[in-house]
C-alpha cells in the first residue's frame, strides 16, 4: 500500500523566524506521533534552518521550495542542494506554477532538478498542471503525457518510487474553492495511466500522486477519498494548526483506515 502524505508550503506568506517557528512548534503539536502518513513542510528558503531546528526529533520532515539545477558553482543567488541535504532536508519542490509562470523555469530545467534531486538521494515533488480546467479528455491527455515526459525525461524506473507527483491545476491555486473532486479523481486517474504507459503498471501502482489547490479541512475527505489519490499538499488553509491536524485526521481515516 502506497503510504499517504500531507505536504505543506509556506511559500513567503511566513518570513520572520519567530513566526515561523512558532508555528512548526504547533504543527508538530498537532501532529503529534503520528507515523502512518508521510509529513512535510517548505519553508520559505531564509527560514528553512530555523524551521528544521523546531522540528527536529518529530514525525515532520522538511524540504526547499526551489534549487539551484546545479549541485555547486558559479551560480549566484541560488541554493544548493547540498545545503539542504546538510541540514537535514530530504524533499524538494520542484516546478511549481509560479516558478514556471513568474519566474520562467523551463521544462528542461524541471527536468535537470529532477534529477539532481534523485542523484543526491532526496525526494522530489513535481508539481504538474494545466493553467484552465480540461473538458477534452484526450487534449487533456497529450498536455500532461507532454508535460511529464519533458520533465522525466532520461529517468530510469527505478526511480519512479521515489517521486511525488503533485497535481496542482493552476487555476485553483490560491483559490477559495478546490477543483471539484470528481475532476481531481479523473485527472489523478488519467496520470497514472500515463505513468503506466510510459514505465509499466509496477510503476504506475508505486508512485505516489497527491493534490494541491485550495485544499481545507472542508474539501479533503472528498478529495483523497479515490484510490489514484494519495494525499495532499495544502498551502494558506493548513497554516493554521487546528486546521493543519483536521486535514491529517481525514486523510489518516480514508487512507489508514483508523
Request: proline fraction near 2%.
Amino acid at each position: 500500500m502506497r503510504r499517504p502524505i500531507v505536504g505543506m508550503s509556506y511559500k513567503t506568506y511566513i518570513n520572520t523566524i519567530d513566526t515561523a517557528t512558532k508555528k512548526a512548534d504547533e504543527l508538530v503539536e498537532a501532529a503529534g506521533n503520528e507515523k502512518s502518513v508521510e509529513k512535510f513542510i517548505f519553508p520559505s528558503i531564509g527560514l528553512i534552518y530555523p524551521v528544521a531546528k523546531a522540528i527536529e526529533n518529530s514525525e515532520i520532515n522538511f524540504g526547499a521550495q526551489n534549487i539551484s539545477p546545479y549541485l555547486e558553482g558559479a551560480y549566484t543567488g541560488e541554493l544548493s542542494i547540498v545545503s539542504v541535504k546538510d541540514i537535514g532536508g530530504k524533499y524538494v519542490e520542484i516546478g511549481h506554477a509560479e516558478r514556471k509562470n513568474t519566474f520562467y523555469e523551463t521544462l528542461d530545467m524541471l527536468n535537470l532538478k529532477v534529477k539532481l534531486t534523485l542523484e543526491q538521494n532526496l525526494i522530489p515533488v513535481i508539481c504538474i498542471g494545466e493553467n484552465e480546467r480540461i473538458e477534452d479528455f484526450d487534449k487533456g491527455k497529450k498536455f500532461f503525457q507532454a508535460q511529464i515526459d519533458a520533465i522525466l525525461n532520461g529517468i530510469n524506473n527505478e526511480y519512479l518510487s521515489n517521486i511525488i507527483l503533485a497535481y496542482e491545476p493552476e487555476w485553483a491555486i490560491g483559490k477559495q474553492k478546490a477543483a471539484d473532486s470528481s475532476y481531481v479523481h479523473m485527472i489523478h486517474s488519467m496520470l497514472r495511466e500515463i505513468i503506466s504507459e510510459f514505465y509499466g503498471n509496477e510503476e504506475a501502482d508505486n508512485i505516489r500522486i497527491i493534490y494541491g489547490g485550495s485544499v481545507s479541512e472542508n474539501n479533503v475527505s472528498e478529495i483523497v477519498d479515490h484510490s489514484d489519490v494519495d494525499g495532499v499538499f495544502v498551502g494558506r488553509f493548513g497554516h493554521d494548526a487546528n486546521n493543519y491536524q483536521q486535514i491529517l485526521n481525514s486523510v489518516k481515516k480514508l487512507k489508514v483506515g483508523n
